[in-house]
C-alpha cells in the first residue's frame, strides 16, 4: 500500500537551446529522482520550430511519468529583451503542454531556487548541482555534464520544500479569537462560591 501523499513533480528550467528538466517522485516524505535529461535545440534552425519541440517533448515526458504538478524557473530579467522574449516564450510552451494534461504549475524565481537548495540565492550552477547530488544521493554516473538538466531538477526540489510544509490547522486573529472558537480548551478558573 503507498501512502496517500506520493506524488510526483515534474522541474523545467526553460531554455531555447537547451531545456533542462528533472523528474521526482516523492514517497511518503522523501524526494527520489527518476530522471533527469535536457532537450537539445541547437539543431533547429527556426525559433518556431524549437518552440513545437518543446512541446512536443515536454507532452512525452508528461505522458511517460504522469507528473501531479509542474515546478518551472521563471525567467529572469536581463538586459537583452530579444532572449528574455524568446525565453519567456519557451517557458510558456511548457507551460502549455501541462495546462493541456490539467497539471498544476508554480513559478520559481533563479534567486528562489537555489536560495532553498543551497541556503544562497547567489549559488553558481555547480554549487547547486553539487548540493542536489548531496541532498538525493545521485551516483556520480548519473549526473549529466548539462547543469540545465539538474537545475530542472532544482526547481522540482525547490518546490517539494515549499508544498511539503506543515500546514496550520486553524489560524486566529487574536486571543479573544481563540477562546471563541476553542471553548473547550480554555479555563476561566473557579469562581467563588455565592453565600
Known amino acids: 500500500m503507498t501512502p496517500e501523499n506520493d506524488r510526483?513533480?515534474?522541474?523545467?528550467?526553460?531554455?531555447?537551446?537547451?531545456?533542462?528538466?528533472?523528474?521526482?517522485?516523492?514517497?511518503?516524505?522523501?524526494p527520489e529522482v527518476v530522471a533527469l535529461g535536457v532537450i537539445q535545440l541547437n539543431k533547429f534552425e527556426s525559433h518556431y520550430?524549437?518552440?513545437?519541440?518543446i512541446f512536443e517533448r515536454v507532452l512525452s515526458l508528461i505522458e511517460q511519468y504522469l507528473p501531479d504538478e509542474m515546478a518551472i524557473e521563471a525567467p529572469?530579467?536581463?538586459?537583452?529583451?530579444?532572449?528574455?522574449?524568446?525565453?519567456?516564450?519557451?517557458?510558456?510552451?511548457?507551460?502549455?503542454?501541462?495546462?493541456?494534461?490539467?497539471?498544476?504549475?508554480?513559478?520559481?524565481?533563479?534567486?528562489?531556487?537555489?536560495?532553498?537548495i543551497t541556503g544562497n540565492g547567489g549559488a553558481s550552477?555547480?554549487?547547486?548541482?553539487?548540493m542536489l547530488q548531496r541532498i538525493l544521493h545521485i551516483p556520480d554516473e548519473n549526473m549529466l555534464p548539462?547543469?540545465?538538466?539538474?537545475?530542472?531538477?532544482?526547481?522540482?526540489?525547490?518546490?517539494?520544500?515549499?508544498?511539503?510544509?506543515?500546514?496550520?490547522?486553524?489560524?486566529?486573529?487574536?486571543?479573544?479569537?481563540?477562546i471563541n472558537k476553542n471553548p473547550d480548551k480554555v479555563s476561566m478558573g473557579k469562581k467563588p462560591l455565592d453565600k
Open 146 to 178: 548539462q547543469l540545465d538538466a539538474t537545475d530542472g531538477l532544482a526547481a522540482a526540489l525547490c518546490h517539494f520544500y515549499q508544498t511539503n510544509r506543515p500546514q496550520v490547522a486553524k489560524s486566529y486573529n487574536s486571543w479573544k479569537d481563540f
Open 49 to 53: 520550430l524549437r518552440l513545437r519541440r
Open 8 to 30: 510526483v513533480i515534474i522541474g523545467i528550467d526553460p531554455g531555447t537551446n537547451v531545456m533542462g528538466y528533472g523528474i521526482l517522485r516523492i514517497v511518503g516524505n522523501k
Open 76 to 116: 529572469f530579467f536581463g538586459k537583452n529583451v530579444q532572449s528574455m522574449l524568446k525565453l519567456g516564450r519557451a517557458q510558456g510552451v511548457a507551460m502549455a503542454a501541462a495546462l493541456s494534461r490539467d497539471i498544476p504549475i508554480t513559478e520559481y524565481a533563479p534567486l528562489k531556487i537555489k536560495m532553498s
Open 125 to 130: 550552477k555547480e554549487q547547486v548541482a553539487a
